[in-house]
């Protein structure tokens, strides 16, 4: 199982890569799906099967999509981005921030007891049906929650965006 | 699986300072709302490794890992209307040149 983690992990860090720096907006989300599905196989690795289902319906399925819509939407031209700079003036300074976050992250977690916990295997496996249960147990006041915030989220949404129209008139 | 907790954290690592790359250097307001998407996923890829490693039992790290995701989803629904919202006010989406609240 040991090269499924390295396989997985080449493809998640390339999705990543590509999606940040490559030119065409369209390619970067086409990246960014790649990306999403490395980190829903990750969660299939880690036994994780709810989750991982969850990644691909709400990354790939509505944000995914959503992005492309709001590219398709902002974009004056098809196609490439053309002649002009993509990449901020100050990009230089950006790269050492992130690489010295990597480098701080990367020293945090190692030389730590937690590297070396090694994996419970397949003992107690939580299910979707108890997941289901969880939903109108003991997590019932958080689900209704999330409920009323999709639904804030929603309406605010649709009210940012129509803004203009409502001027108009 | 042989693969320690630790490198589990080190990818997520790797993938936050990609997604924190990305949100300082892109110009366009799209690229930067697909950079936090990436620095989010690292979070709720942490989340699911610790709950695998430290508390496989219990159901608490997957239900916060999906609540998680659906608040990801909440803000990136946002973000992208206040992005089309922006472009239509002042015709752009480039970062740097959307500058009418700048003091």
């Known amino acids: ?169 | 699986m042989t693969i320690p907790l630790g490198h589990y954290l080190i990818l997520a690592g790797v993938i936050f300072s990609i997604g924190l790359a990305g949100a300082l250097t892109r110009k366009n307001a799209i690229i930067v709302l697909i950079a936090i998407e990436l620095m989010f996923n690292a979070a709720i890829l942490n989340l699911i490794a610790f709950w695998h490693y430290k508390q496989y039992a219990a159901l608490t790290g997957q239900m916060f890992a999906v609540f998680a995701i659906g608040i990801a989803a909440a803000e990136s629904a946002i973000g992208l209307a206040l992005v089309i919202a922006i472009y239509r006010q002042s015709k752009t989406v480039d970062v740097d040149e959307i500058r009418s609240l700048k003091g």
């Open chain 1, 1 to 169: 199982m040991d090269y499924a983690f390295w396989i997985i992990s080449g493809i998640t860090v390339l999705g990543a890569l590509l999606a940040v720096t490559l030119r065409n907006l369209v390619h970067c989300v086409l990246s960014l799906i790649l990306f999403f599905l490395g980190i829903a196989a990750h969660y299939f690795l880690l036994r994780a099967d709810f989750v991982g289902a969850v990644q691909i319906l709400i990354y790939i399925g509505a944000v995914a999509v959503l992005i492309l819509f709001a590219i398709m939407l902002t974009r004056n031209v098809t196609g490439a981005d053309g002649p002009r700079e993509v990449i901020g003036v100050k990009w230089w300074a950006g790269s050492v921030i992130a690489a010295l976050t990597a480098f701080l992250l990367s020293f945090a977690v190692s030389g730590d007891k937690l590297a070396g916990t090694i994996s419970p295997g397949d003992k107690a496996y939580v299910g979707v049906a108890d997941i289901g249960r969880g939903f109108v147990g003991d997590w019932v006041v958080p689900f209704e929650v999330m409920a009323v915030l999709l639904t804030a989220a929603l309406i605010g949404a649709v009210v940012i965006a129509l803004e203009e129209i409502r001027h108009r008139r």
